[in-house]
């Protein structure tokens, strides 16, 4: 069976609306982090999506390098996402051994 | 013959002076200062001397001569229709001005060499009077109206700068700012005046104006009224006449030289010289005349009304100089312009000759100058004496004196004037005889009797001259000093003989012919009768200040307790000056605190700075309240944000908000 592009550009929305409300309504630092992840991957989703119509569509032959485009900036992504969990996960690790908590909603000092 | 009368340099020489003694005085030492203050007016002087030498033998009126440096002209605003010229012109009448101006200007000059000896600045003082006789000479040179209000500032400045020169003592300060405010008054009309020629005949131009109007016969009185109207008042600033003469009593602060020069014999007279060069204006307009004709006998009649009981000798002076004014204010009333410049002619001299002369007794004694604490001088100063006596004599109008010919030739100018002219006739008379008395009077109370210094020298006045002496022994003054009253005596004397015929046919071409005793039928002896009439009374005059003052008598002080109102509203100088600072100087002091500091200071620059600040301020405190630290609620916001720029972004592309079409999203839910 043909799954149709705008099935993927839908869930790419739903992930990343979750994402959205999961980074507002949740307080564990964690749960946020992995919210950011998730609205990372539905960026993911939608770059191969977008990248894959245009390969469809035909017009992309005259220059494949435009139609790779998607694909290769997921590969980005997945790095720079790979990189920063590296950072925030210590980040969170030294914030819990300071405060011990992970709540966001104490980890206010940088207000005015 | 053509001659070049280099008239550009009899103001710039004095201008050199200025600029170095002004730039450099104070490095110089004393001799060259004076050297070079001397040197400007002297050689102006013989510029001038050269001139009249010239049209003597020959050349003719009037000499015109505009500034030009090899091809360029001498334009100086050429603005449309407004167009103006730096051009100098030489007629009799400026002739005339130019003598008395260079001329006593020059005495005055040596004489301040031996009276401001001993004073600090002196190199300031000197600097200031080449920078007065600049300005004089451009305003007396002038071709046309702008340039003579170039002038007519630039004496203003002088003077206010010269009666300010004792600047740390306030009374001297005030005294010159108030000179300078009251004059301004004067200039605002000037300016009118100005204006309104420009409109009228779109020329400032003396020549081309006289020229319009001649070509204009009927025109008369209308706008011309208001243009004379406007250059009376003009004239009442400069020479200290009824509204506008208060500003003078008080510019004697200044050093007496200055008093000499400036506030009798030159600047003061700039209003009368002023109408007799504008006299086409004002003989179109018999309403402005007449105006001009009453405020002079009112001046001269109220001043020497206020000089009778004055008892700083200079103060009785500045009174008469104004009462003087207003006789040549009177003269141009009635249309008899030579015979006002006549007066001023002789007034120049011997008004010059009574202020240098009173110099020398308020230097002689030390900085007095209450002539209650004189008395007994004739033999102590005897030439201060008898050049001061010349002064009197010629001023009270006694034959064969200078004031009798000119003061008889406006009076009888006036009393030719129709049946009006009759009654300024009485009052100029009425005057003559006060002036007589008060000059009299100060002649008696200074130099005879017993010396009152002695007994009272703990009351001696603070002049800030008394200062710089040591000695309170009563001394006759230098040379320098003397010299020059010899030479004013001289002319004080002699300066009327060459008579009211001879001076107005010199002047006719510029002012017009005079009414001439010898041409009108019985004339002359009708002349000789009113001459003979004034000399009485001024005799009476004399006669009356005898009585009181030469002797010690309580004579006067009887008839001052007898009349204590009167005398008390004579000394108070009727009150004008409360009265001005009642009707306009407080009122107008309230507008200005309103104005500038409720409304300039308090609501616009104060309630500026505290919106301004409020505003930030209040920004602020809303804006701090959204950096709450709160994690979750920076990233609602950059969501809020980013969901705004998708809008926008999708109206741009697509060209219509979420509405009407929706962002055309086709979801394909089957195929591709």
Redesign the interface.
Known sequence: M?V???WYL?LSALLFTLG?VG???K?NLIT?FMSIELMLNAVNLSFVTFGHMWR?TGQAAIDHRIAERGQIFVFFVMMVAAAEAAVGLAVIIAIFRARGTLN??Q?????? | MNHIFFLQLIPLLPLAGFLVNGLLGRRLPKALVSTVALAAPFAAFLLVVRAAYLIWSGSTFPVVETFAIGTRTAEWINAGPLHVDFTFALDQLTLVMLLIITGVGFLIHIYSVGYMSHEEGYWRYFAYLNLFLFFMSVLVLAENFLLMFVGWEGVGLASYLLIGFYFDKKSAADAGKKAFVVNRIGDFGFLLGMFLLLAQFGSLSFGSIGTSLAAQPALQGGILTAIALCLVVGACGKSAQIPLYIWLPDAMEGPTPVSALIHAATMVTAGVYMIARTHAIFDRSPFALAVVAIIGAATALFAATIGLVQTDIKRVLAYSTISQLGYMFLGCGVAAYSAAIFHLMTHAFFKALLFLAAGSVIHGLSGEQDMRNMGGLRKKLPITFWTMTAGVLAISGIFPFAGFFSKDADLYDAFEHGASGKAIWFVGLVAAGLTSFYMFRLWYLTFFGESRAETQTSAVNDNSHSTLHTSHSVHESPWSMLAPLVILALLSIGGGWIGMKHFGDFLAPVVGAVVDPEKEPGGETFDYFLSVVAVAVAALGWFIAHLFYFRKNDRAAKLAAAMSGVHSLLANKYWIDELYNFIFVRPLKAISTFILGWIGEGVIIRGSTWLLGGIVMLTGELLRRWQSGNLRSYAAWLAAGAAVLILFAGYAITGTWLGAHGIDIHINWAGR
């Open positions: 043909h149709p592009s705008s839908i959205v980074f507002l309504i307080r946020v469809a966001v909603d980890i206010d000092l940088m207000k005015l």
